[in-house]
């Protein structure tokens, strides 16, 4: 990790700080392809809600399958109305559904897109309705581990700048894409700090 310290050290003394302090907690995972078919529908879950709500509510979707695995085709036999009772709302339902529809119809292949750069891969699962640009970001940085990835929609994000580099207003998208520029080739390192900073 010295060579990420050193990085922002170089290239933003403001962020520096912060990243120096929560280096221990700016992890990113690698899952295997096998498993991420389970991730981009865990993805969507998750959107616009607190992390112990969602994983609550995630659970209770994985006790719908048999065993617990989750695989497209059983997702696509499980009643609408079950998922709904789980707890996920009516479109969030309905879009995890579309993710094992696109699977099982090879619309989307997951074992494809490790050899995809970042904008494929974006490109290749927001075909999926229901999958926006944030979703198959989250998607890059947690479950493939890319580390250059940062989303210009996440509104943690927005506010994680404001508070480090003293914003009255949130910063539109090119003021967080120009400040996004230097982190490269670490952005989600980047991203991962000022989470954390908002944390505090």
């Known amino acids: ?23 221990g907690d700016l992890v990113l995972s690698r899952y295997e392809p096998k498993d ?3 991730r981009i529908c865990r993805a969507i879950a998750f959107q616009q809600l607190t992390g112990k709500a969602a994983t609550t509510i995630y659970n209770r979707v994985l006790d719908l399958f048999p065993n ?61 309705k229901g999958v926006g640009t944030w979703t198959a970001e989250m998607f890059l940085m947690f479950t493939m581990g890319r580390e250059d990835v940062f989303s210009t929609g996440d509104l943690g994000l927005k506010k994680g700048m404001m508070k480090i580099y003293k914003m009255k207003t949130e910063p539109t998208k090119e ?9 490269t080739p670490y952005k989600s390192y980047a991203s991962l700090t000022l989470w954390r900073v908002l944390d505090e």
């Open 68 to 128: 617990k695995t989750y695989t497209p085709e059983l997702l696509i036999k499980i009643d609408h109305e079950k998922l709904r009772a789980a707890g996920l709302s009516n479109a969030k339902a309905r879009y995890m559904k579309n993710i094992a529809e696109a699977q099982v119809d090879g619309l989307v292949d997951f074992n494809k897109v490790d050899k995809l750069s970042d904008e494929e891969v974006i490109a290749h699962l927001v075909q999926i």
């Open 36 to 38: 991420y078919f389970e």
């Open 1 to 23: 990790m010295t060579h990420i310290l050193e990085h922002f050290k170089k290239v933003d003394p403001k962020l520096y700080p912060y990243v120096e302090k929560f280096i």
């Open 175 to 183: 003021q967080m894409l120009n400040k996004a520029k230097k982190w």
